[in-house]
């Protein structure tokens, strides 16, 4: 499985933007980049996913750099409810059923 | 709620002891995964169904694990002669695949898992 790294942990405050990088420097072209998160005592929840293009939902947004070794994941307003450990998984279409999880980064939020 | 549900969402047992959990998917969804997950890691793939066929498992599943979709709706994951190492958080996800992607959702829904506590 190819594989992502991103940083353990990060802080942010309330109302502030948080970004999110994640390396991926072995990706494949037919890798996309899926973003998950884990709220306390839940399953893990989609956030976004993208090939090579910029992404945004009513989410977040993901920024792919342009040869797609690396990206960002950006939350504009981060709240309290934004506090989880968020997953960058590359997700090969050939093998669409697998999320391959590593142990993300946990964003804490201040009040 | 219509989401993915676990039942029991916590199991406590005696080493040795079988134990059974049940994954209810989002109903339209043809697709269903299991992962387990220990503390302070990510989710790690066990299987996946597509409807009744089971079609992948991981190296992680033990000749003492195994799963079911009988109908292609629930399903169940059973632990024989379970072990200390055995205790984690149990994730059931479904997702819906179809030929057309039009009616394909590219994200899996997980449900809140059960705990499993090996003693």
């Known amino acids: 499985d190819a594989k992502t790294t991103q940083p353990n942990s990060m802080e942010s405050n309330e109302e502030e933007p948080v970004h999110l990088p994640c390396n991926h420097s072995t990706i494949s072209g037919t890798d996309y980049i899926h973003w998950y998160r884990q709220l306390p005592s839940q399953g893990p929840e989609y956030v976004i996913h993208g090939l090579t293009s910029n992404v945004n939902n009513r989410m977040a947004s993901l920024a792919i750099a342009e040869d797609r070794k690396s990206s960002t994941l950006i939350l504009h307003r981060a709240t309290l409810r934004d506090a989880a450990v968020y997953y960058c998984i590359l997700r090969d279409w050939r093998n669409d059923y697998k999320l391959s999880f590593g142990a993300g980064t946990t964003v804490t939020v201040r009040a | 709620d219509t989401g993915v549900s676990q039942d029991p969402r916590h199991k406590i047992t005696k080493r040795g002891q079988n134990v059974t959990f049940r994954c209810d998917p989002i109903?339209?969804?043809?697709?269903l995964y299991w992962y387990r997950q220990t503390l302070g890691q990510g989710p790690e793939f066990l299987t996946y169904?597509?409807?009744?066929?089971?079609?992948?498992k991981s190296r992680l599943l033990s000749d003492r694990f195994s799963a079911e979709r009988p109908k292609g709706s629930f399903s169940t994951l059973e632990i024989q002669r379970t072990e200390q190492g055995d205790s984690a958080m149990y994730l059931c996800?479904?997702?819906?695949?179809?030929?057309?992607?039009?009616?394909?959702?590219?994200?899996?829904?997980f449900g809140p898992g059960t705990r499993l506590t090996v003693t």
């Open positions: 996800a479904s997702s819906l695949v179809g030929r057309d992607l039009a009616f394909s959702s590219y994200e899996q829904y």
């Open positions: 169904f597509q409807n009744e066929a089971q079609l992948e």
């Open positions: 109903s339209e969804h043809n697709r």
